[in-house]
């Protein structure tokens, strides 16, 4: 069980699945850069992170932006949506002070792009389903991610396999996190869609613009 003062953002465990090293240059050393992505993230989380929105669609509640936290995990953080679909009975389920009956939480991430081909998405996305679950002392089997560029909602069964790869990617945030140490530098074909590359890998980004520089202007010497 970590600390209040141990927490780290829940946000992060996403950054720390794709790049460890991306991860520890935003949380550790503080660092941000804005690219087209990351605009149109933010873009799109705007329209979604109203939590005095309540969205009643049937029987189904939306409700926006709450703050949860897991003393296990050693996060917290803000939720896009958590749906409460209601249930006849109270076994894993909820009341709220403002709709009679049980409800039973599923929470919703809201993605800009679209399905990744790891599972960055699914352990942020279980992250938040065990942070609810240790907050109101119910089981969430499943939950949603719901991608903007192909306006496509995926179910996700939060596994016994997710929660493990979850738990594990925590403690290794924790572990980082303690070191205060950078992680290596791992140049992957994505590096170039991060908005950090430039912060990142500064010596290999000069040296390719350098090589392009000489390559332009040799040519046009020579010719």
């Not at 850069?33 to 929105?53: C, I, M, R, S, W």
């Not at 009975?89 to 679209?114: F, L, M």
């Not at 074909?189 to 090589?211: R, Y």
Request: net charge neutral; hydrophobic share 35%.
């Amino acid at each position: 069980m970590y600390t209040e003062d141990e927490m780290l953002m829940l946000s992060g465990i996403q950054h720390f699945m794709f790049c460890p090293r991306q991860w520890a240059l935003i949380h550790i050393e503080q660092q941000w850069a804005e690219n087209k992505l990351t605009t149109e993230g933010q873009l799109l989380h705007k329209n979604v992170d109203n939590p005095f929105y309540r969205q009643k669609n049937g029987d189904v509640i939306t409700l926006r932006s709450l703050h949860i936290a897991s003393k296990q995990l050693g996060l917290y953080g803000i939720t896009d949506a958590v749906e409460l679909k209601p249930s006849d009975t109270s076994e894993d389920a909820i009341t709220h002070n403002r709709y009679k009956g049980y409800w039973k939480p599923y929470p919703v991430e809201y993605k800009r792009g679209r399905h990744k081909p790891d599972e960055r998405d699914e352990v942020q996305l279980a992250a938040q389903a065990m942070c609810l679950e240790e907050m109101y002392g119910i089981n969430i089997p499943y939950g949603a991610l719901y991608y903007e560029e192909v306006k496509r909602r995926e179910t996700i069964f939060i596994s016994e396999s997710l929660r493990a790869l979850t738990v594990q990617c925590a403690k290794q945030m924790h572990d980082v996190f303690k070191t205060g140490v950078l992680p290596k530098a791992n140049k992957q074909h994505h590096c170039k869609n991060c908005s950090l590359v430039n912060i990142c890998m500064p010596e290999t980004n000069d040296c390719a613009q350098v090589s392009t520089y000489l390559k332009k202007n040799l040519y046009e010497v020579i010719t």
